[in-house]
């Protein structure tokens, strides 16, 4: 797809300053701009680059007075990273408005889909199955049963969605990810062998929920496993049995959380945590990478470590821990002289 820099400014509501008529077809870092590439500058410490870059076009905030000849036309806006974002949004847009029904690919009867719909090869889609505008699922895509998608939702290729599962509107679901597995549940016997307790529940995503690649939400034992409006959750993360995130929180990647955990809105989860189950953690929580949290979580609070300490608390004894090692050396050398006197 080519852009003309007249086209863009239309988008951007901006001002072209060089050839109006120039096109790109692709995008580009400033320092690597090639011809045919359209990039931004927006931080002043790659000013210098403008002078120099190779590419057709460059995205400028409106107060940008330039002291040497350029190559690169301008677009000049209000502000150019925002102005730049906003073109990467238009862009997807543009690139994966894909509509059809493309073979091979199975459709039960009972499925109901309306306009601008998108179905990628090699896709299956269940009985009672029922999407709404604009969606896009791609291919290798499983969708089973009763599952409900909402409006402008996207699947991307190879994930799966099991049955009974409920997809609200504007959700991003990513390659490999699974939604409604059965939850972990298992009962043990007298000679500690394990019978599996059925997952009769659901999983309910609501709107705008973007789902990481390779990560897992499970099913509920009963009821639901419900992700709130907004929350945002990163690749490769274990989303337990009957589990239920607050509005816009948002979980790094490799993180695990056991089964009927409540966590409240607007909660930023780090990396590798590790939540133990039955617990509720409060909202605007702070947990920093790597830590394990075993006990109710109180709104507001900062954690860190494993057991996860309040966030100040584990960096003061932090310091005293680097220094255990001079610590036993002390008391050793007072030990000795307590025992030479």
Same mark, same amino acid.
């Given at each position: 797809?080519?852009?003309?820099?007249?086209?863009?400014?239309?988008?951007?509501?901006?001002?072209?300053?060089?050839?109006?008529?120039?096109?790109?077809?692709?995008?580009?870092?400033?320092?690597?701009?090639?011809?045919?590439?359209?990039?931004?500058?927006?931080?002043?410490?790659?000013?210098?680059?403008?002078?120099?870059?190779?590419?057709?076009?460059?995205?400028?905030?409106?107060?940008?007075?330039?002291?040497?000849?350029?190559?690169?036309?301008?677009?000049?806006?209000?502000?150019?990273?925002?102005?730049?974002?906003?073109?990467?949004?238009?862009?997807?847009?543009?690139?994966?408005?894909?509509?059809?029904?493309?073979?091979?690919?199975?459709?039960?009867?009972?499925?109901?889909?309306?306009?601008?719909?998108?179905?990628?090869?090699?896709?299956?889609?269940?009985?009672?199955?029922?999407?709404?505008?604009?969606?896009?699922? +791609?291919?290798? @895509?499983?969708?089973?049963? &009763? !599952?409900?998608?909402?409006? %402008? $939702?996207? =699947?991307? #290729? *190879?994930?799966? /969605?099991?049955?009974?599962?409920?997809?609200?509107?504007?959700?991003?679901?990513?390659?490999?990810?699974?939604?409604?597995?059965?939850?972990?549940?298992?009962?043990?016997?007298?000679?500690?062998? +394990?019978?599996? @307790?059925?997952?009769?529940? &659901? !999983?309910?995503?609501?709107? %705008? $929920?973007? =789902?990481? #690649? *390779?990560?897992? /939400?499970?099913?509920?034992?009963?009821?639901?496993?419900?992700?709130?409006?907004?929350?945002?959750?990163?690749?490769?993360?274990?989303?337990?049995?009957?589990?239920?995130?607050?509005?816009?929180?948002?979980?790094?990647?490799?993180?695990?959380?056991?089964?009927?955990?409540?966590?409240?809105?607007?909660?930023?989860? *780090?990396?590798?945590?590790?939540?133990?189950?039955?617990?509720?953690?409060?909202?605007?929580?702070?947990?920093?990478?790597?830590?394990?949290?075993?006990?109710?979580?109180?709104?507001?609070?900062?954690?860190?470590?494993?057991?996860?300490?309040?966030?100040?608390?584990?960096?003061?004894?932090?310091?005293?821990?680097?220094?255990?090692?001079?610590?036993?050396?002390?008391?050793?050398?007072?030990?000795?002289?307590?025992?030479?006197?």
């Amino acid at each position: 797809m080519k852009f003309t820099a007249t086209q863009i400014a239309g988008i951007l509501e901006g001002e072209v300053e060089g050839n109006p008529q120039i096109a790109v077809h692709k995008l580009s870092k400033i320092e690597e701009g090639e011809k045919g590439s359209l990039t931004f500058l927006a931080n002043p410490k790659y000013t210098s680059y403008i002078y120099s870059t190779k590419a057709s076009i460059t995205i400028v905030n409106k107060d940008f007075v330039p002291e040497q000849s350029l190559s690169t036309t301008l677009i000049k806006v209000e502000d150019a990273y925002k102005s730049f974002s906003k073109l990467l949004e238009y862009y997807n847009q543009v690139k994966n408005n894909k509509v059809g029904v493309e073979s091979p690919s199975f459709i039960s009867e009972s499925v109901v889909y309306e306009d601008g719909f998108y179905l990628g090869a090699f896709s299956y889609l269940g009985d009672n199955v029922e999407i709404g505008k604009n969606v896009k699922v +791609y291919p290798n @895509v499983y969708i089973g049963d &009763n !599952v409900t998608i909402g409006d %402008n $939702v996207v =699947v991307f #290729a *190879g994930a799966k /969605i099991y049955s009974e599962s409920i997809i609200g509107d504007g959700c991003v679901i990513h390659s490999g990810a699974i939604i409604g597995a059965d939850g972990f549940g298992f009962t043990p016997n007298e000679k500690g062998e +394990y019978s599996k @307790v059925p997952q009769t529940g &659901n !999983v309910i995503l609501e709107q %705008n $929920v973007d =789902v990481g #690649a *390779g990560t897992t /939400i499970d099913r509920a034992t009963l009821g639901s496993t419900v992700l709130r409006k907004g929350v945002k959750l990163d690749n490769q993360i274990q989303i337990a049995h009957n589990v239920e995130i607050g509005e816009h929180t948002a979980i790094a990647a490799q993180t695990g959380i056991a089964g009927s955990t409540k966590i409240g809105k607007y909660c930023l989860i *780090g990396g590798q945590v590790g939540i133990v189950g039955h617990i509720t953690i409060g909202d605007r929580v702070k947990i920093q990478a790597q830590s394990g949290i075993g006990r109710n979580v109180k709104d507001d609070e900062v954690l860190q470590g494993s057991p996860a300490l309040n966030y100040g608390d584990y960096n003061k004894s932090y310091v005293h821990f680097k220094n255990l090692p001079k610590l036993v050396n002390k008391i050793n050398t007072i030990e000795k002289k307590v025992e030479g006197e």
